[in-house]
C-alpha cells in the first residue's frame, strides 16, 4: 500500500495529517492539537468576540485578543453567579492578549463587565472531534 506525503517548507505531513491541516484552515474558532492555543478575538460588530462560540479540544489553551481600541474584560457566567468561577480576566487594554490555560471538558459562558451585551461561550470537548462549519459561526 503506498503511503501519500505532501511536504511544506517546514514539514512534510502524512495522509493522516492532511484532515486536520484542512480542518484548521477551514473552521474559523476551531484548532488542532496540532496548534498551541485557540484565538478568540475582541471585536467592535455583534457578536462582538469572534468567533461567539470558539469550540476547543480539551488540553488546549484560549488566546484572548483585543483588537479594539477600549478595553474590555472576559469573565466566566460563574464568577458572578453561586457557580465556580473559571475565569475572571480584568480589563485586557487595546492591542493586549492573554491565555487562558487549557480547561476541563464543558461549556463555559462569558462576557465583558465593561460592556455587558458583549457574550461569546467556549466549548470545551474531551475528544477531537470533527466539528462542522455550523457549530463554529458567529451567531
Known amino acids: 500500500m503506498k503511503s501519500l506525503t505532501w511536504t511544506t517548507s517546514s514539514k512534510t505531513l502524512n495522509v493522516i495529517e492532511i484532515p486536520l491541516l484542512l480542518l484548521s484552515t477551514l473552521s474559523d474558532g476551531w484548532a488542532s492539537t496540532q496548534s498551541s492555543d485557540v484565538k478568540v478575538t475582541m471585536d467592535y460588530w455583534a457578536p462582538y468576540y469572534r468567533p461567539a462560540r470558539a469550540l476547543v479540544p480539551h488540553n488546549v489553551s ?9 478595553p474590555h474584560t472576559l469573565t466566566h457566567d ?3 453567579m453561586s457557580g465556580p468561577c473559571a475565569f475572571d480576566r480584568g480589563a485586557v487594554q487595546p492591542g493586549e492578549n492573554f491565555i487562558i490555560p487549557s480547561l476541563p471538558p464543558g461549556r463555559y459562558s462569558y462576557y465583558c ?5 458583549m457574550k461569546g461561550e467556549i466549548i470545551v470537548s474531551p475528544h477531537n472531534p470533527m466539528l462542522s462549519q455550523a457549530e463554529t459561526q458567529d451567531h
Open 78 to 80: 460563574g464568577c458572578r
Open 113 to 117: 463587565v465593561l460592556h455587558p451585551i
Open 62 to 70: 484560549i488566546r484572548i485578543v483585543n483588537s479594539t481600541s477600549s
